[in-house]
T-cell receptor, first 113, second 114 residues
Framework: KQEVTQIPAALSVPEGENLVLNCSFTDSAIYNLQWFRQDPGKGLTSLLLIQSSQREQTSGRLNASLDKSSGRSTLYIAASQPGDSATYLCAVTSNTGFQKLVFGTGTRLLVSP | DTEVTQTPKHLVMGMTNKKSLKCEQHMGHRAMYWYKQKAKKPPELMFVYSYEKLSINESVPSRFSPECPNSSLLNLHLHALQPEDSALYLC?????????????FGQGTRLTVV
């Protein structure tokens, strides 16, 4: 059974810092890995999708990497801003025929001005 | 347009009520999903519809009844719920149910069962 873990569970940084969020998964047989952002009480916003054959994806100040063989992904946020404060979730899709996202436990990020 | 629209945003219902949650997408996606998220927990899959047919039911109690009237709409019918069913219900869609495609989520319906 796929298990996804995120470290740290919570992170508090001052504005302007670069930061790294970590995601690990137990079964490397995945289709892809997706990073999401969730504001309190809201839905999920897709940030980046990395296919299993890719090593990284970039979007603006965000860069996500994937090391499938070791079961790890990182989300790098450059020059953090207070508006980045949210919970960040990674999710993997196993190659079992239907897209079933298994979510990590989340990292709650607070960026203070 | 990458929008998945869910209605209502908030719902309070008694344990004897019948209500429905609605989800709509106009991206031409052929897979639609219902997830349940309890407070401070990650979302958990409930149902998957592929080409308007139920593909996955994650052993969800029968008091939750999904329906996919057409390729753009997904409903979740609720009946005789329990207080522990209170949660954020999220709808999602993706282009290809069996492929390597991005999932898009709605803003959710916050359900409270009293």
């Amino acid at each position: 059974k796929q298990e996804v873990t995120q470290i740290p569970a919570a992170l508090s940084v001052p504005e302007g810092e670069n930061l790294v969020l970590n995601c690990s998964f137990t079964d490397s047989a995945i289709y892809n890995l997706q990073w999401f952002r969730q504001d309190p009480g809201k839905g999920l916003t897709s940030l980046l999708l990395i296919q299993s054959s890719q090593r990284e994806q970039t979007s603006g100040r965000l860069n996500a990497s994937l090391d499938k063989s070791s079961g790890r992904s990182t989300l790098y946020i450059a020059a953090s801003q207070p508006g980045d404060s949210a919970t960040y979730l990674c999710a993997v899709t196993s190659n079992t025929g239907f897209q079933k996202l298994v979510f990590g436990t989340g990292t709650r990020l607070l960026v203070s001005p | 347009d990458t929008e998945v629209t869910q209605t209502p945003k908030h719902l309070v219902m008694g344990m004897t009520n019948k209500k429905s949650l609605k989800c709509e997408q106009h991206m031409g996606h052929r897979a639609m999903y219902w997830y349940k998220q309890k407070a401070k927990k990650p979302p958990e899959l409930m149902f998957v519809y592929s080409y308007e047919k139920l593909s996955i039911n994650e052993s969800v109690p029968s008091r939750f009844s999904p329906e996919c009237p057409n390729s753009s709409l997904l409903n979740l019918h609720l009946h005789a719920l329990q207080p522990e069913d209170s949660a954020l219900y999220l709808c999602a869609s993706s282009q290809d149910p069996q492929g390597n495609t991005e999932a898009f989520f709605g803003q959710g319906t916050r359900l409270t069962v009293v």
